[in-house]
T-cell receptor, first 114, second 113 residues
Framework: TQLLEQSPQFLSIQEGENLTVYCNSS?????LQWYRQEPGEGPVLLVT?????EVKKLKRLTFQFGDARKDSSLHITAAQPGDTGLYLC??????????????FGQGTILTVHP | DAGVIQSPRHEVTEMGQEVTLRCKPI?????LFWYRQTMMRGLELLIY????????DSGMPEDRFSAKMPNASFSTLKIQPSEPRDSAVYFC???????????FGPGTRLTVT
């Protein structure tokens, strides 16, 4: 069974601060997705990374995929209260019994205080 | 497009009762997933379908849980009999192709007393 560890579990910061969320596995991903979930709603996709070493930017959010495709990070610059939510990473593993499905990390609950 | 539709949004039931959750995926999507989310265990995959056929139900907790997809536009997740430990938010998601972006419904919050 592939395990996907996400850290930290909770993050409480002030507006304007920077933060990084990590997602790690002992197995190689074929691709990795980051989702954001707001209270009372389902997760919504932010980005998909596929290539080792890939970096993608979405406004103040920077997503990085490790060279070995076993880890990923999400960095938010100058966090705003609107960034508050649950951030989930989800890994797709190539082939085998895991083909076709995503394994989700436990999530990081981010609270940005004004 | 209306997105993934789930009903009911909230369900409160007593232990031992049958519960049926419903999902309408996005038209044209060929994968459908059922998840359960709790604070303790996070988002867990229960079962998923490809072209209406169940592919992997290894996440279904026990025989009290069953899921069907009679056609491309409808799926149900049934719990019979329900227990308090089944209380959670249940999400349905659909995607076009494997490991592509999954579109989640708003979830059904189930409370079993």
């Amino acid at each position: 069974t592939q395990l996907l560890e996400q850290s930290p579990q909770f993050l409480s910061i002030q507006e304007g601060e920077n933060l990084t969320v990590y997602c790690n596995s002992s197995s190689v991903f074929s691709s990795l997705q980051w989702y954001r979930q707001e209270p009372g709603e389902g997760p919504v996709l932010l980005v998909t990374v596929v290539t080792g070493g890939e970096v993608k930017k979405l406004k103040r959010l920077t997503f990085q995929f490790g060279d070995a495709r076993k880890d990923s990070s999400l960095h938010i610059t100058a966090a705003q209260p609107g960034d508050t939510g649950l951030y989930l990473c989800a890994g797709a593993y190539a082939g085998g019994t895991s083909y076709g499905k995503l394994t989700f990390g436990q999530g990081t609950i981010l609270t940005v205080h004004p | 497009d209306a997105g993934v539709i789930q009903s009911p949004r909230h369900e409160v039931t007593e232990m031992g009762q049958e519960v049926t959750l419903r999902c309408k995926p996005i038209s044209g999507h060929d994968y459908l997933f059922w998840y359960r989310q709790t604070m303790m265990r996070g988002l867990e995959l229960l079962i998923y379908f490809n072209n209406n056929v169940p592919i992997d139900d290894s996440g279904m907790p026990e025989d009290r849980f069953s899921a069907k997809m009679p056609n491309a536009s409808f799926s149900t997740l049934k719990i019979q009999p329900s227990e308090p430990r089944d209380s959670a938010v249940y999400f349905c998601a659909s995607s076009w192709g494997p490991v592509q972006e999954q579109y989640f419904g708003p979830g059904t919050r189930l409370t079993v007393t």
